[in-house]
């Protein structure tokens, strides 16, 4: 139910108008001067106002002034003579929604005040929204301040890396090369209660079978040829803190089996060793290989690949989160110029159209390493497409004003998105609730999308 304030020195006028208000099933206040009605603004949540132009003391006009200086988006419909209607002109300068000519037709109220309350909640929810965004801005900044994207994609990875953070639990990040494993890692564990405890990274691919069993578990002195002294592995190091075992598909089937050890029992032997140490930290493994062909292929033990994917999470990869790819670039521009000192003041809209429409096999890894070449190879200060790599380069001559424009692919993900909300609302026959349930939104934010795609005018059931 929503609150009418209504401003008239005329008890007949007031009478008339909190009938139709009252008929709508909304709460009508009467205020009978500017002063009144203030303070009824001041101590109510009004959700519109109705007053007449002609007020005792200060006018109708003074009162929407004031108004004004608390809130800006509350409608205001002014009512004044016919003869008068230059008033109502200078009311809508100053953020009148509308205005009503005296005599008062009832019906032509009744038209304008759904108007009026229509922009109400259309403003309400889009407060909401925004304050939601911020809200959600500012979280991702605070705990994932190294990662970039605001995709729905990547809410979902941000939302599943605050639920495991806190857990003991191995993790299996998965992810095509480029797309940020590390960094995922990190944020599970700079938002975990070990984020105190050292953060040990190991490429298994980047060491051979025994210098990796060495760099793991540690060795004895005299374990091996040039082995002159004990050394701690990295488990060892990492103590009750967490390790990253990244390109876990790599390792060699011996090894395999003793990590499974390590996860089965907690505790490990240095090579050469006898001496049982127990396994403290947190494991987290990446790969960008499809695990289960490998276990087809005879190359991953099934028993290590369920212990390791306790929780997964997966990583997409850029081509399908494109909306990212502005915050990106915007990014990277930042970290170079800081780097390099060069003044640069962005880049080219067909540069965007490239970058946007190229498919990027390396993904964000590329993409910077792209952003990083344009900085140190431009001599102007904007960044043009000559700038660019020329595989990327030749896209310049292929995109044009044709279907896969910046411009395009934002009203293709606009009719995807109108096409899901539609389906989710005959599903559920019109009940908002249920069907931002299913598309896993708000109910202010359906509400919202169901107003800009015009949906609020349809029957459902």
Not at 100 to 113: F, G, H
Not at 318 to 335: A, M, N, Q, S
Not at 393 to 410: A, M
Request: charged share 30%.
């Amino acid at each position: 139910m929503a609150k009418i304030l209504i401003v008239d020195d005329l008890q007949s006028t007031t009478d008339a108008v909190a009938q139709i208000v009252a008929g709508q099933k909304h709460q009508p206040l009467i205020a009978a001067n500017a002063e009144d009605a203030f303070k009824l603004f001041k101590n109510s949540a009004i959700d519109v106002i109705i007053t007449d132009m002609k007020l005792p003391k200060k006018s109708g006009l003074d009162l929407l002034k004031q108004v004004r200086e608390i809130d800006a988006h509350v409608p205001v419909i002014v009512m004044t003579a016919f003869g008068t209607v230059q008033n109502a002109v200078d009311a809508m300068k100053w953020g009148a929604l509308d205005y009503l000519t005296k005599p008062v037709s009832m019906d032509e109220l009744e038209v304008k005040l759904e108007k009026a309350l229509n922009q109400r909640t259309l403003t309400l929810n889009n407060q909401e929204l925004q304050l939601e965004n911020r809200y959600l801005r500012e979280e991702v900044h605070q705990h994932f301040s190294e990662i970039v994207g605001q995709s729905p994609v990547m809410q979902e990875v941000y939302s599943l890396v605050k639920r495991v953070a806190d857990a003991i639990s191995p993790v299996l990040i998965l992810g095509e090369s480029g797309t940020g494993k590390e960094l995922i890692a990190r944020a599970i564990h700079n938002n975990s209660p070990r984020k105190e405890k050292p953060f040990i990274k190991v490429n298994c691919a980047a060491l051979a079978e025994n210098l990796l069993e060495s760099e793991l578990f540690g060795h004895e002195k005299g374990a091996f040829t040039n082995a002159i002294k004990r050394k701690p592995g990295r488990f060892e190091i990492a103590a009750s803190g967490t390790i990253f075992l990244d390109e876990i598909g790599e390792i060699a089937p011996a090894l395999q089996v003793k990590l499974l050890r390590v996860l089965q029992e907690k505790e490990f032997e240095r090579v050469g060793g006898t001496e049982n140490l127990q396994m403290k930290a947190r494991i987290i493994t990446a790969t960008n290989l499809d695990l289960a062909d490998q276990i087809q292929k005879k190359a991953f033990r099934e028993d290590l690949y369920y212990r390791l994917n306790v929780v997964s999470i997966h990583l997409p990869p850029l081509r399908e989160r494109t909306g990212d790819i502005p915050y990106l670039i915007d990014h990277f521009i930042k970290k170079y110029v800081s780097e390099t000192g060069k003044k640069i003041d962005g880049i080219a809209p067909q540069v965007t159209k490239c970058l946007l429409n190229y498919s990027w096999p390396g993904n964000i890894r590329e993409l910077e390493n792209v952003i990083e070449r344009a900085i140190v190879l431009t001599q102007h200060n904007l960044i043009d497409t000559d700038d660019l790599p020329e595989h990327i380069f030749r896209l310049k001559d292929e995109i044009g004003d044709g279907e896969h424009t910046e411009e395009n692919f934002t009203k293709n993900m606009e009719e995807h998105e109108k096409k899901l909300i539609f389906k989710a609302l005959l599903e559920t026959k019109g009940n908002i609730s249920k069907a931002a349930e299913k598309l896993n939104i708000k109910r202010t934010t359906l509400r919202y999308k169901m107003e800009k795609y015009d949906f609020l005018r349809y029957k459902f059931e």
